[in-house]
């Protein structure tokens, strides 16, 4: 059964470049409504722990890294049909293959520095937006 939520975490390099306001725009403007909301900084630990399905990927330490070497933005957001449309919106994990207008195309440098997450199923939505957020965080 499909929630109409989704997950994101605007990733260390857009936060860095200055992209947090134009993409929260871009959310909110694709019709999503912000349920929670957090600026906050991974530790190594959390970074691998969020990351822990990837652990045996040869890319594992390279992502956590990445992932805990600035400030992210975390968001649970809603809409109907959340996660497909969601992934829609922020586009091929690989910029350069990102349909034009859509997040990673605009904001993302490279696959590894790609902008932004967004979950891939209402599983991973749950799980990823408790990791982030109690139940008096969501509004």
């Known amino acids: 059964m499909s929630t109409n939520r989704t997950f994101t975490m605007i990733k260390p390099d857009a936060v860095a470049n200055g992209h947090i306001g134009s993409i929260v725009n871009d959310i909110t403007k694709a019709g999503f409504k912000i349920i929670a909301l957090k600026y906050t900084k991974l530790s190594a630990e959390k970074a691998g722990e969020f ?3 990837h652990k045996e990927r040869p890319f594992y330490n390279d992502l956590v890294s990445f992932m805990s070497s600035g400030p992210i933005v975390a968001a649970i957001l809603e809409k109907d049909n959340a996660i497909e449309e969601f992934r829609n919106l922020i586009g091929a994990t690989n910029p350069a293959e990102a349909a034009e207008g859509t997040i990673r195309q605009k904001y993302a440098k490279s696959i590894d520095a790609n902008a932004i997450h ?14 982030f957020f109690a139940a008096n965080e969501r509004f």
């Open 51 to 53: 990351y822990a399905v």
């Open 118 to 131: 967004g979950s891939d199923s209402d599983e991973n939505a749950q799980i990823e937006g408790d990791f």
